[in-house]
């Protein structure tokens, strides 16, 4: 357990069978790509110390009969304990959550323990998997474990990370845009040019931006055409004159939850995560002064993913709790909970039968989806770390 986490007391003498052993306000899944671009710098000095030759505990194999428990390891009320009572109770698995708060720390964990760790399934965003991959850190998923791996939307399958999901299946998705006030700013925006000349007119001095040092370079590449993952330096060097000079001076804070700054009312214009902004419009007085934009010409398309971990103890247990999760029946209680959808086929139908609020914040078009650009780590995220670091210098932040 990381520092800080601490057990949930048990209300009677019953071992409960589910444990969250963090506390969820700590472990918020809404800011965690905070640290997202840092792990070029932390992260891979974690991995460098398990090298790339250590030996690693082996899983046992498969065999079709589930372990009575399932460890996992994962981003902080990540799930729908509703469901994951319903895994318990249909297979009778023990199941233990614990959580962590940014990739870093999954990595640390897992590349100290060589295989040891304990955990079964674990939760790495898409981005994080070739490095965890290089230095042995997941172990091979069997897709004929997971049948309703056939239910998946193409969208979100065979991702650059992991061509062919061998290592992972993905749990949940989303990308980056952002939502700005239509009583004080009245023209119609629609792209990252459009944030940064509003930025300095109407929004200057009550400007978000996301609290990650690859989402914030991303604003000023877009605008400028380039690549987001883009390792140019000449084109980084532009991005960060933007930044500097016409964001940073007019940003009012750096923001993990863009729905925090919508509720506080002090904001007109925020970078925002799509499920996050449709959080705040949910929870402001009047969601009809707020409007979201999937700017234009990119943004970020993240993936979060279900993984099993090198040397899980109990991998039958794993393939079967993955597989329940990204089940079709379970796919709206789960996208209600968590706020992000699942990457199922049909989710949208679904979710338009239930009802749910903000739909169009949830799922973007296909036209968007095609344009979105999932971010890689490079290492020109150093870079970026250093001008979101001179940034927040600029804005007082």
């Not at 760790?117 to 490095?131: C, R």
């Not at 629609?190 to 990650?212: M, P, V, Y």
């Not at 239930?354 to 995220?381: G, H």
């Amino acid at each position: 357990m990381s520092t800080g986490m601490r057990a949930v007391p048990e209300m009677t003498n019953k071992i409960p069978d589910v444990h969250f052993l963090a506390p969820r306000a700590q472990t918020s899944r809404l800011s965690r790509r905070a640290l997202l671009a840092g792990f070029g710098v932390v992260g891979l000095g974690a991995l460098s110390a398990c090298g790339r030759n250590t030996t690693m505990a082996k899983s046992p194999p498969t065999d079709g009969k589930l372990e009575s428990k399932l460890n996992m390891y994962s981003w902080g009320d990540y799930d729908s304990p509703d469901l994951i009572e319903a895994f318990k109770n249909e297979h009778d698995v023990l199941v233990q959550v614990d959580s962590f708060g940014s990739n870093e720390e999954l990595i640390a964990k897992l590349s100290t323990s060589r295989g040891t760790s304990g955990y079964d399934v674990v939760v790495p965003t898409g981005a994080n998997i070739p490095q965890m991959l290089e230095h042995n850190l997941l172990q091979e998923i069997n897709l004929d474990l997971i049948p309703n791996f056939e239910h998946m939307d193409p969208n979100f399958t065979n991702q650059y990370f992991d061509p062919d999901n061998k290592y992972s299946v993905c749990k949940a998705w989303g990308t980056t845009g952002f939502v700005y006030n239509t009583k004080k700013i009245t023209q119609e925006m629609g792209s990252w040019q459009d944030f940064i000349d509003a930025a300095q007119k109407e929004a200057a001095g009550t400007t978000a931006l996301l609290e990650d040092p690859w989402e914030v370079s991303a604003i000023a590449l877009a605008a400028q055409g380039y690549s987001l993952n883009t390792e140019d330096e000449k084109e980084l060097e532009e991005a960060r004159t933007i930044i500097l000079d016409q964001l940073a001076p007019n940003t009012k804070a750096y923001i993990g939850n863009a729905a925090t700054g919508m509720i506080q009312g002090s904001f007109t214009l925020l970078q925002a995560f799509n499920g996050d902004a449709r959080q705040g419009l949910s929870e402001v007085p009047d969601p009809k002064e707020w409007k979201f934009v999937f700017p234009t010409p990119s943004a970020n398309l993240w993936t979060d993913c279900w993984a099993i971990a090198t040397g899980a103890p109990h991998p039958d247990s794993a393939h079967a709790f993955i597989n329940q999760m990204i089940s079709p029946e379970t796919a709206v209680e789960q996208l209600d909970y968590i706020g992000y959808p699942i990457g199922t086929k049909g989710l949208a139908e679904q979710a338009k039968k239930a009802d749910l609020d903000q739909q169009d914040l949830i799922f973007p078009p296909q036209k968007v989806l095609d344009r979105l650009e999932p971010s890689k780590q490079t290492p020109a995220d150093q870079i970026r770390t250093k001008i979101y670091a001179d940034a927040q210098a600029r804005s007082g932040a």
